[in-house]
């Protein structure tokens, strides 16, 4: 899978020099950029575009090239917190270090990491993996919205309906259903009917499937 087009690469570095360098390698590459000269910068552009105590819940695919050190809040501290509000989940970070910051990397990826790159790194090789990691956030973000139109059609279901799909689910035909229920062939129809409608679904093997994914 490609990237999305509008796909962003976020760049968190305290050397100008290198967020320059990054940004100009990434348009070679057609990637957009943003760039940030420190962590806490970096949160308070989350602040703002994600504002409000709910999680993080981005509409474009991202991913973060994160320096270890930098002054202030390090690298790895707002790698903490991105983990705690799943936002790591869903824009890859790629740490950049030096070579003294190795073994710290290398646990990093083991607590979710999706890579790091060791300075000076090979410009291609980078940018390979950072359209990787764009290509995983974009589905990631793909699965998310489908879930959560799920959750929505499913709240749309009364609560008849909903006993109705549980043992059409189960793999009951209508006449056990209706007997379970103390209802009418009729009436499991018209619920069967109305369940499909509302799942978007049009068989029972598509609705078990769809539910796997709740």
Not at 122 to 138: G, M, T
Request: one cysteine or more; proline letters at 5%; glycine letters at 6%.
């Amino acid at each position: 899978m490609q990237p999305a087009l509008n796909a962003c690469v976020f760049i968190v570095d305290d050397d100008a020099g290198v967020r320059d360098a990054m940004a100009w390698l990434l348009r070679s590459r057609r990637l957009m950029s943003e760039s940030f000269q420190s962590a806490d910068a970096f949160e308070q552009m989350l602040n703002h575009l994600f504002p409000g105590p709910s999680a993080p819940a981005p509409n474009q695919a991202g991913c973060i090239l994160l320096d270890v050190r930098m002054p202030g809040q390090s690298g790895l501290a707002l790698f903490e917190t991105l983990i705690g509000n799943g936002l790591a989940q869903l824009w890859p970070i790629i740490f950049l270090t030096g070579h003294a910051d190795v073994p710290t990397a290398v646990a990093t990826v083991k607590r979710g990491a999706f890579d790091f790159c060791e300075k000076p790194f090979s410009d291609n090789a980078l940018v390979d993996r950072v359209e990787q990691a764009l290509a995983l956030s974009q589905a990631r973000l793909a699965l998310r919205h489908q879930s959560a139109g799920l959750v929505t059609r499913l709240a749309d279901l009364t609560e008849r309906e909903r006993d109705v799909m549980r043992l059409v689910v189960e793999g009951l035909p209508n006449k056990l259903i209706a007997d379970q229920l103390d209802i009418s062939v009729r009436t499991v129809e018209v619920h069967r009917s109305r369940v499909f409608e509302k799942m978007e679904v049009k068989s029972a093997v598509e609705l078990v499937h769809l539910l796997r994914e709740v």
